[in-house]
């Protein structure tokens, strides 16, 4: 069960300790608390439910995408990143334009409430793909193999996350654009998504937010 459907019964010892009176009524955990004691102690985010945080399997949020209002938006999408991503499937596109776009519970572990059932939008994903072939010199095989094992970097803007990862890159870890860039996102393609980085606050500090964590390099 997600955090906020438990009881206070069974909160954390240091939960338990927070008075009555500030206890949201649903229970809930403000997301200042959340953030301050981690996701050890509290591992699920805490945005609100909707379709996308429900249990449907991928199947279905395929399907719902399909047949839904953003069947056209999201038929656009697909048919854009089988063309620029050679050799990736359709099946394996149309999961990848899903959690590129916050649908499906699993697309949460990542996007955490800042992107909930978006509607797809081509040009987001087609600056992305672009992105990853001029700036990261990935051939259309490898831009598939990427998209494959990090479906969300369809959907993340260029200007505000991806290339803000890849400067990071270059200033904390010295691999500037090259060979060497490329080689990290081969090996470790999550990077691209990482935009907190939990060592630089000080020693004890989590956002909870590990998916999205340079300490993860």
């Given at each position: 069960?997600?955090?906020?459907?438990?009881?206070?019964?069974?909160?954390?010892?240091?939960?338990?300790?927070?008075?009555?009176?500030?206890?949201?009524?649903?229970?809930?955990?403000?997301?200042?608390?959340?953030?301050?004691?981690?996701?050890?102690?509290?591992?699920?985010?805490?945005?609100?439910?909707?379709?996308?945080?429900?249990?449907?399997?991928?199947?279905?949020?395929?399907?719902?995408?399909?047949?839904?209002?953003?069947?056209?938006?999201?038929?656009?999408?697909?048919?854009?990143?089988?063309?620029?991503?050679?050799?990736?499937?359709?099946?394996?596109?149309?999961?990848?334009?899903?959690?590129?776009?916050?649908?499906?519970?699993?697309?949460?572990?990542?996007?955490?409430?800042?992107?909930?059932?978006?509607?797809?939008?081509?040009?987001?994903?087609?600056?992305?793909?672009?992105?990853?072939?001029?700036?990261?010199?990935?051939?259309?095989?490898?831009?598939?193999?990427?998209?494959?094992?990090?479906?969300?970097?369809?959907?993340?803007?260029?200007?505000?996350?991806?290339?803000?990862?890849?400067?990071?890159?270059?200033?904390?870890?010295?691999?500037?654009?090259?060979?060497?860039?490329?080689k990290t996102v081969l090996r470790k393609p999550e990077f691209l998504g990482y935009n907190i980085d939990c060592t630089a606050?000080?020693s004890g500090s989590c956002a909870g937010e590990c998916n999205r964590c340079w300490v993860r390099l």
């Open positions: 069960l997600a955090f906020a459907e438990r009881s206070p019964a069974t909160w954390h010892p240091l939960l338990r300790r927070i008075p009555r009176a500030v206890w949201p009524a649903e229970p809930r955990v403000p997301t200042k608390l959340w953030l301050s004691v981690g996701a050890d102690i509290c591992p699920s985010p805490p945005f609100a439910r909707t379709e996308a945080t429900t249990s449907a399997s991928e199947a279905e949020v395929v399907e719902a995408l399909r047949s839904g209002a953003h069947a056209d938006a999201f038929a656009a999408c697909v048919a854009r990143t089988t063309e620029l991503a050679a050799g990736l499937e359709e099946a394996v596109a149309q999961k990848a334009i899903a959690r590129g776009f916050g649908w499906g519970r699993r697309s949460q572990a990542f996007w955490r409430g800042e992107k909930v059932d978006a509607e797809p939008d081509a040009l987001t994903v087609e600056a992305a793909i672009k992105f990853l072939e001029e700036e990261c010199a990935l051939t259309a095989e490898n831009i598939a193999d990427v998209i494959e094992r990090f479906p969300e970097v369809v959907g993340c803007s260029v200007e505000d996350q991806l290339q803000a990862a890849v400067d990071h890159l270059a200033k904390t870890s010295f691999i500037p654009k090259g060979k060497f860039r490329t606050v000080g």
